[in-house]
């Protein structure tokens, strides 16, 4: 039973991170119905800053500042960059394109993904780079009940991963910005007529939802300690299922299913076999599909004319 | 990069197509006798231009290809062949496809199974006139299979699917049954293609075979664009609902299309495992499949023609053309001065540019060179005659990494600051950010031309679709504002 609960607890861990990078895909796929698979890269993009910031204060071993005051930092910065690239990239390669036919942006978000990805061996190149997050986060600090063990990094991902879904939550019910971002997804013509400026409600959605994968970045680094220029896109992989099984475009929907997805994927690799976890996945993807096409807390949508 | 909004046309914009401007004699055409070649072009029909271009490419080797050129020439024919297939689920049903190198790699793998020892204690040695056929046939079963859980469902869920499916294929093939599908090691030891006691071994022979295959799969395409699937496939890419009323099947449709674009993929698939003799999980993989998606994109989705054209162009200068660091110069510095002959008007302000970059060039080169010596000692990475032009031109550090990165980094700011804003100041950028272009290309760029490829190829899709998203050869669709 004690080999349940740690895989649960495993499972929940790379689940809060999986939710996060979905919660920002379903944002961006709310206001502008687009797949953004440049998503996954600016979550590596995050991982990497938070390496870059680790080595400015002096590397794992010898920090120069106390250990919380670096995680701040750490996520700020990274949150900040991926969030300023996510509106950059929106400027850029998204709005000239926002009344083209519709596979003309995924086309160009491909190719962003692939540029990025590239961009960033070109920059740091093909090497892993290791966090050494035991270095200055004991994995002893953590608690256990009975034979499950928690470890201070897996609380960490926990309590930040449900407090940023359930600030980004009220943010989206209860502030005006909120409205807004709800008021575009709906219908964004009716929306600017309205006086809402939909360019500016888009750039924050966007910037909301690439500060949240690059925090995601950072937290895979603590919790997987290497970081490499390929990492984006299984993750952005993992969080298109996440998005898509809970329901495109809701978010409690992408939470469930970020959780989900980890979950299975932990149970999968601790009872079965760790070869077979990315097929295993894409079936529940699939079942998923067949069973509840709009997903397990998406609405179904009627087409209009 | 697109430097300034094309002027607008004389006429009405909307509902005035390509098409439609043909049909009613609307079209100009180039001044002189440009004009005079393009319209005789156009009368010469399709199959006449196809048939002179497959006799161009079989006369190709005549000229004398190295064994690395003929190669580089099988290659690309074999993207241009995925790309014609490609084009019918893309182009033509408007489906994005990210799977779509996972049914070459079935192609592959099934024509590997077929002809080589890997099932049972002899093995199957088919022949290939029975194995391929077989293997497309699988290959489109597949494409149903992968297309059915979906067939419901918007485009953007088949792009998930298909590039799980993608995803999948390489793990699955990577892992399961490493007796039969060979794991990591992949199948070696294949037999080449052979029918009636004719095998072919020569890297020759699969350059013809390749190019007879690419003109007739391109004729068959064309007799099926405007044949009555063809005509729905295109229907639906307009607009679903529209063609639902119409009484088109728009799901099956959508699946056939699905289907189609498999069985190219499959054949493409098959003679590139019998040409390499071996295959390998990695083959296919999603960068070869962004590599497909250039050259359609480039070439213009939607265009038989174009796929072709975009796909060799992509390869060519991609894979052969830029390993060379002498002849990659002449392409980079060629494309930049193209593009600026092309966007910049009027001449005057071409000619202000272009001398200002030199003059910049130079003084920048000079005050570097008083200041430091080592910051201009590392000399350009080129080879040739533009490393002589450029030597005291631009500014190569003694060790030009680092700064060769924070270079690429300012320019690509500088080139989405470009776009963004207008006028007089866009020109004044435009002098720094083609010399920075130049400082990143000499110090790091030619040095890494895999990495430099796959950059290029992003930007392909990237810069195509936002500044003529018909591509080269493909026709401009207007957009009626609803």
Known sequence: MGFFFQELVNGLTVGALYSLVALGFSMVYGVLKLLNFAHGDLYMVGAFVGYFVIQWFGGPQALSIPVPLLLVIMFVAAALLTGGMGVAIERFAYRPLRNAPRIAPLITAIGISFFLENAALLLFGGQFRIYNTPDFISFSSGFRIGSVSIDSVQIMVIVLGIALMVGLRQLVVRTKLGKQMRAVAADREAAEMLGINVNLTIAATFFLGSALAGVAGVMAGLLFNQVTNTIGFLAGLKAFTAAVVGGIGSIPGAMLGGLLIGVAESFITGYVSSTYTNLLVFALLIAVMLVRPSGLLGQVRLQKV | MSL????????????????????????????????????????????????????????????????????????????????????????????????????????????????????????????????????????????????????????????????????????????????????????????????????????????????????????????????????????????????????????????????????????????????????????????????????????????????????????????????????????????????????LRPWRRLGMVLAATIALGFAAHAIAGAISATAVAGGPQSTGMIATALRDWVIVPANPQTPGKFGFVLLVCLLIGLVQIQGRWRTILLVPAIYLASFVWETILVAQPSVTRQLMIGAILIVMINARPQGLLGKRRVEVPV
Do not use: C
């Open chain 2, 4 to 343: 300034d909004s094309p002027p607008p046309a004389a006429g009405p914009q909307v509902g005035a197509d390509e098409w439609v401007a043909r049909q009613e004699h609307r079209r100009e055409y180039l001044p002189s006798w440009l004009g005079t070649v393009q319209q005789a072009g156009e009368r010469l029909g399709w199959w006449p231009k196809l048939v002179l271009a497959g006799l161009a490419g079989l006369a190709l080797p005549l000229i004398g290809l190295g064994g690395f050129q003929l190669q580089v020439g099988i290659d690309s024919l074999v993207v241009a062949l995925l790309a014609v297939g490609l084009n019918i689920v893309v182009g033509w049903a408007g489906i994005l496809d990210l799977g779509y190198v996972a049914f070459m790699g079935i192609g592959a793998y099934g024509f590997a199974l077929l002809s080589s020892a890997q099932i049972g204690s002899a093995g199957i040695h088919l022949w290939a006139v029975v194995s391929i056929p077989i293997v497309m046939i699988v290959a489109a079963i597949m494409g149903l299979v992968v297309g059915w859980p979906s067939r419901r469902l918007l485009g953007d869920y088949l792009a998930i699917v298909t590039l799980f499916f993608g995803e999948a294929f390489v793990e699955f093939t990577n892992n399961v049954a490493p007796g039969t599908f060979g794991g990591p090691n992949g199948i070696p030891g294949l037999d080449p293609l052979r029918a009636f006691g004719i095998s072919l071994t020569s890297n020759e022979s699969y350059y013809y075979l390749l190019v007879i295959v690419l003109v007739v799969t391109m004729a068959v395409l064309r007799l099926l664009e405007t044949s009555r699937t063809g005509r729905a496939w295109q229907a639906v890419r307009e607009d679903p609902l529209a063609a639902a009323s119409m009484t088109i099947p728009v799901n099956r449709v959508k699946l056939m299309a699905f289907a189609f674009g498999a069985m190219v993929a499959a054949l493409a698939g098959a003679i590139y495992a019998a040409q390499q003799i071996s295959v390998f999980p990695g083959d296919f993989d999603t960068p070869f499949l962004i590599v497909v998606y250039a050259g359609l994109i480039l070439g213009g989705a939607g265009s038989i023609a174009g796929a072709a054209t975009g796909a060799l162009v992509v390869m060519v200068i991609l894979d052969g053309v830029l390993r060379s660091p002498t002849y990659s110069g002449y392409i980079f510095y060629g494309v930049i001065l193209l593009t600026l002959v092309a966007k």
